[in-house]
């Protein structure tokens, strides 16, 4: 039997080496405007992100169709107000107003269709003018911004939008708290995608445009919900902007994965001219294949609307999940019908990224969501504000749960206007993220905020008006007012002694959560802490770090407290996944798993040693096994050995012809599935030294090697770094193809290395980068981001596609040149034609596209003969020191 076993996991293994070979190749597409185009619906969105004007500061009359913007920067969206250093704490941002002026030609074919202009987002207060004339004003800087244009457009010649926006502090709209008293950066700009959509003039709405309770749009629901047959309940918003009645039929067609039709219903529709209506239809689905986080199935749900000749009129894809997700009290969390089997753990996640802010592209988003997913995470709190579309899409596709939240953080205005500007945040939220199966719970509380008695039960009736069917549930921190409306409390284990707040006692009727886990301030002025931990301060912080995390000395709500909680708490979100900007203090918060830049810590390691052997190979960034060795042999580095893996054996060599350790991991072993290994007292320098004095440094190493059924099926290798000599580049892209849209962003890192490639953590080089062809530096000497220190042996950079496709050639040298300088590198990427098409003047487009074009001089990176004459006088240096020694 036992042989059967170790078979059948040898064939998981396999499986999910195939896998992971697949998947490597796949390139995730992104939702536009909240939905997937099709062809022959007479629906297009088209992309309004490249070739904008722009200019920071007051600027009078700047809406005015002729006023002069020549001499204004030439940006593409998403943008930010600025290039941040990579710290950017304390409140360095700018704050106040700016300007966007985008010119274009509208389309001929756009003549008689309905047009929409669809901001994802713009910070703070905004204006949107059209041709001169105010089309839209909004509070508010995390959802759709959305303004109808169709008769403010004049064709066959220059069309001017004007946004005016100001992310200066508002008490009048949430989050309402001034930015040097937040502790989130929420910075500024047209941050997220703009989108125009163009349809005909019979079409599905936009939720988020229509004040439509439960409405607007398309709204998929679920009755019952089993392995033999879900019930999925369609509503469709349509309106009919044309001077005829129109009848027709909505139809719905429900595809699996491989195109198949698995359901599909239809509706007749009868629509005066100048009205909208709501209609409703349902669709039964025979053995679904039904999404969970680890197998995170969606189907494509085609929508059309045809007219009374079977002609095409309006229609769009969306992806869909079915699932059903309930919270029994003291019986927890069950997912589709079952109980889910082990506690969720997950992580919050600002929005920020380093250098670039808010203004993220699409692509970083889904990148974001894949790294955390590969960490064995499977909930992410949206901490404090609906995020981008794209890791919406992102979290649907690779399975993470998502806890969406309401703009909001301990802050509350008496004033009728702050409450009013609360609910619609609310109701908009819901609209907008109602058809992902990844949204797991809303909360539509403000976090950590003394509201007033009535606020939290007026929530609850909002999202019960917005989502009127099952499966919703909301959460509610257990000490604020109001928590008697919510079934689903946010506290800390019982076992988890010492957090802000612990439930002494437990109503069989609630089920437990808690939001934020893992930061252990000293106060909240200071906030020493030994959880935040910069990347850069090396192994023994990062070390203590991961031991925090996992399982302190002392007691505190850690991954092993959440799973030794019974089954009515069912997990908790870190706070938080990355290092971010914050506004009151000065320092970044540090006590990410991974830096600002995305780059690993330990933590990051300790929390894919959670992940279990059999995860879904689909979703892991290397193999569902691993073993990691968080120990870098330098002269400073610890004498215990610390190791994480999720392999139930891990047998470590110290030395060739050395010894070797071996640990198994305990059968009853309570708490989270992988404890941290410790070998104890097993690096000494003096052992290195010895073998490199007899020159054997080859023989110098640390093995690690993860078993499971006693097969080796994951392995790790760690030499000491010797004499700088290179340096190496990579592409951080998460196997994801960058696109030539002007928006599209990868980060390459530098390393210093020996001759053999191991990175020289302790460097204090400086690196400068260089950069020719399709792309820019999102970089500069101001924020101190090129030239840049290494730090812990790298040095990352932004690179930003221009609107061709094309290669890309990124150099890093240091920043000194002297004889024995590490040598330069070099590498290339290469840019892919973009999906879809875009609006932009092409006069501006061609000027921006020239702007970004950058050469660097020809020098070669191969090691040539006076190289190689160095290093033999090397040789000279080493016997004479040897000898006098």
């Keep these: 039997?036992?042989?059967?076993?170790?078979?059948?996991?040898?064939?998981?293994?396999?499986?999910?080496?195939?896998?992971?070979?697949?998947?490597?190749?796949?390139?995730?597409?992104?939702?536009?405007?909240?939905?997937?185009?099709?062809?022959?619906?007479?629906?297009?969105?088209?992309?309004?992100?490249?070739?904008?004007?722009?200019?920071?500061?007051?600027?009078?009359?700047?809406?005015?169709?002729?006023?002069?913007?020549?001499?204004?920067?030439?940006?593409?969206?998403?943008?930010?107000?600025?290039?941040?250093?990579?710290?950017?704490?304390?409140?360095?941002?700018?704050?106040?107003?700016?300007?966007?002026?985008?010119?274009?030609?509208?389309?001929?074919?756009?003549?008689?269709?309905?047009?929409?202009?669809?901001?994802?987002?713009?910070?703070?207060?905004?204006?949107?003018?059209?041709?001169?004339?105010?089309?839209?004003?909004?509070?508010?800087?995390?959802?759709?911004?959305?303004?109808?244009?169709?008769?403010?457009?004049?064709?066959?010649?220059?069309?001017?939008?004007?946004?005016?926006?100001?992310?200066?502090?508002?008490?009048?709209?949430?989050?309402?708290?001034?930015?040097?008293?937040?502790?989130?950066?929420?910075?500024?700009?047209?941050?997220?995608?703009?989108?125009?959509?163009?349809?005909?003039?019979?079409?599905?709405?936009?939720?988020?445009?229509?004040?439509?309770?439960?409405?607007?749009?398309?709204?998929?629901?679920?009755?019952n919900i089993s392995d033999v047959e879900a019930q999925v309940r369609l509503d469709a918003h349509l309106r009919n902007a044309s001077s005829a009645m129109f009848t027709g039929k909505l139809i719905y067609r429900l595809c699996d994965k491989d195109g198949k039709l698995v359901a599909m219903t239809e509706k007749n529709v009868k629509l005066r001219s100048g009205k909208a209506q709501q209609l409703s239809a349902e669709m039964k689905v025979q053995q679904p294949h039904l999404w969970e986080p680890d197998s995170p199935y969606l189907y494509d749900l085609f929508v059309y609307v045809k007219d009374r000749n079977g002609d095409t009129v309006d229609g769009y894809r969306r992806r869909i999940g079915i699932r059903s997700i309930e919270f029994k009290g003291k019986d927890g969390f069950w997912l589709n019908g079952k109980p889910y089997p082990f506690p969720l753990i997950g992580a919050n996640r600002h929005q920020d990224f380093a250098v670039i802010g808010n203004a993220l592209p699409n692509s970083?988003?889904?990148?974001?969501?894949?790294?955390?997913?590969?960490?064995?995470?499977?909930?992410?709190?949206?901490?404090?504000?609906?995020?981008?579309?794209?890791?919406?899409?992102?979290?649907?596709?690779?399975?993470?749960?998502?806890?969406?939240?309401?703009?909001?953080?301990q802050f509350w205005n008496e004033e009728p206007v702050f409450a009013r500007r609360v609910y619609s945040d609310i109701r908009n939220m819901v609209r907008r993220d109602r058809n992902h199966p990844s949204v797991w719970i809303w909360e539509p509380i403000l976090n950590e905020t003394w509201y007033p008695e009535d606020f939290a039960c007026n929530v609850v009736n909002i999202l019960k008006e917005e989502y009127p069917y099952p499966y919703c549930y909301a959460g509610c921190d257990v000490t604020a007012k109001g928590h008697e409306y919510f079934p689903v409390h946010f506290t800390h284990p019982l076992n988890g002694a010492g957090g802000a707040f612990n439930t002494d006692t437990m109503d069989p009727k609630i089920s437990y959560f808690t939001r934020e886990w893992g930061d252990n301030v000293d106060d909240w002025n200071s906030h020493n802490s030994p959880s935040r931990v910069y990347r850069g301060w090396g192994e023994v912080p990062m070390l203590i770090q991961a031991q925090g995390y996992a399982k302190p000395s002392y007691q505190y709500t850690c991954y092993d407290a959440l799973y030794r909680t019974s089954r009515q708490h069912v997990g908790g979100c870190l706070w938080h996944s990355f290092d971010h900007q914050r506004g009151y203090h000065p320092d970044p918060f540090y006590g990410g798993i991974m830096d600002a830049f995305r780059q690993p810590k330990y933590s990051y390691y300790m929390f894919c040693s959670q992940r279990p052997v059999q995860e879904n190979p689909a979703l892991i960034a290397e193999n569902g096994p691993m073993v990691y060795i968080a120990h870098a042999m330098t002269p400073f580095s610890p004498k215990d050995i610390t190791v994480y893996s999720n392999c139930e054996?891990?047998?470590?060599?110290?030395?060739?012809?050395?010894?070797?350790?071996?640990?198994?991991?305990?059968?009853?072993?309570?708490?989270?599935?992988?404890?941290?290994?410790?070998?104890?007292?097993?690096?000494?320098?003096?052992?290195?030294?010895?073998?490199?004095?007899?020159?054997?440094?080859?023989?110098?190493?640390?093995?690690?090697?993860?078993?499971?059924?006693?097969?080796?099926?994951?392995?790790?290798?760690?030499?000491?770094?010797?004499?700088?000599?290179?340096?190496?580049?990579?592409?951080?892209?998460?196997?994801?193809?960058?696109?030539?849209?002007?928006?599209?962003?990868?980060?390459?890192?530098?390393?210093?290395?020996?001759?053999?490639?191991?990175?020289?953590?302790?460097?204090?080089?400086?690196?400068?980068?260089?950069?020719?062809?399709?792309?820019?530096?999102?970089?500069?000497?101001?924020?101190?981001t090129n030239p840049r220190a290494i730090s812990w042996g790298t040095a990352p950079v932004l690179v930003q596609s221009t609107t061709v496709p094309g290669k890309i050639r990124v150099r890093a040298s240091m920043c000194w040149q002297g004889i024995h300088t590490p040598q330069l590198a070099e590498i290339e990427i290469t840019t892919h034609p973009a999906s879809g098409e875009w609006i932009a003047d092409q006069e501006e487009l061609n000027l921006l596209h020239s702007v970004q074009k950058y050469r660097i001089e020809h020098q070669s990176v191969e090691v040539d003969n006076d190289n190689r004459q160095k290093k033999m006088r090397l040789k000279e240096v080493e016997k004479q020191q040897s000898d006098f020694e």
């Design 1 to 223: 039997m036992k042989h059967c076993t170790n078979l059948l996991r040898l064939l998981c293994f396999c499986l999910v080496l195939c896998a992971v070979s697949a998947f490597a190749s796949y390139q995730p597409r992104f939702s536009t405007a909240g939905f997937y185009q099709l062809p022959e619906t007479g629906r297009s969105a088209y992309s309004m992100n490249p070739a904008w004007r722009f200019l920071r500061g007051k600027m009078p009359g700047a809406q005015s169709v002729d006023f002069e913007d020549k001499d204004w920067k030439l940006v593409s969206l998403p943008h930010g107000l600025e290039l941040l250093p990579y710290e950017a704490s304390g409140c360095i941002n700018y704050q106040g107003e700016a300007w966007y002026r985008k010119h274009f030609t509208p389309q001929e074919e756009w003549k008689g269709k309905q047009l929409f202009l669809h901001f994802e987002a713009i910070m703070g207060k905004s204006k949107v003018w059209v041709n001169g004339q105010l089309v839209k004003e909004h509070f508010g800087g995390f959802l759709p911004v959305i303004a109808d244009i169709t008769s403010y457009l004049r064709y066959g010649q220059d069309n001017v939008i004007a946004v005016w926006t100001d992310n200066s502090d508002d008490p009048s709209y949430p989050p309402g708290k001034a930015q040097d008293m937040l502790d989130f950066a929420y910075l500024g700009g047209i941050y997220r995608d703009c989108w125009l959509v163009a349809h005909n003039r019979v079409y599905i709405t936009d939720p988020n445009y229509e004040e439509e309770v439960a409405g607007g749009g398309l709204f998929v629901s679920f009755g």
């Design 649 to 784: 054996e891990v047998r470590l060599t110290y030395c060739k012809e050395g010894k070797t350790f071996t640990y198994r991991k305990p059968a009853d072993e309570q708490g989270m599935p992988s404890p941290i290994i410790t070998f104890p007292g097993v690096f000494d320098v003096m052992d290195d030294k010895a073998l490199s004095r007899e020159a054997k440094q080859a023989d110098s190493y640390l093995l690690a090697e993860g078993l499971v059924g006693g097969k080796v099926v994951a392995t790790h290798k760690v030499e000491p770094a010797r004499r700088p000599s290179k340096l190496v580049l990579w592409v951080d892209n998460e196997g994801v193809d960058m696109v030539a849209d002007g928006s599209d962003i990868v980060t390459v890192v530098a390393a210093i290395t020996d001759e053999k490639g191991n990175i020289k953590r302790l460097n204090n080089g400086m690196i400068k980068f260089e950069i020719e062809g399709e792309g820019r530096l999102v970089a500069d000497e101001r924020t101190f």
């Design 364 to 409: 970083l988003h889904w990148r974001d969501a894949k790294k955390l997913r590969d960490a064995g995470l499977r909930v992410i709190r949206n901490a404090h504000y609906p995020q981008d579309p794209a890791f919406m899409d992102a979290c649907d596709e690779l399975g993470l749960f998502v806890i969406v939240n309401t703009p909001g953080w």
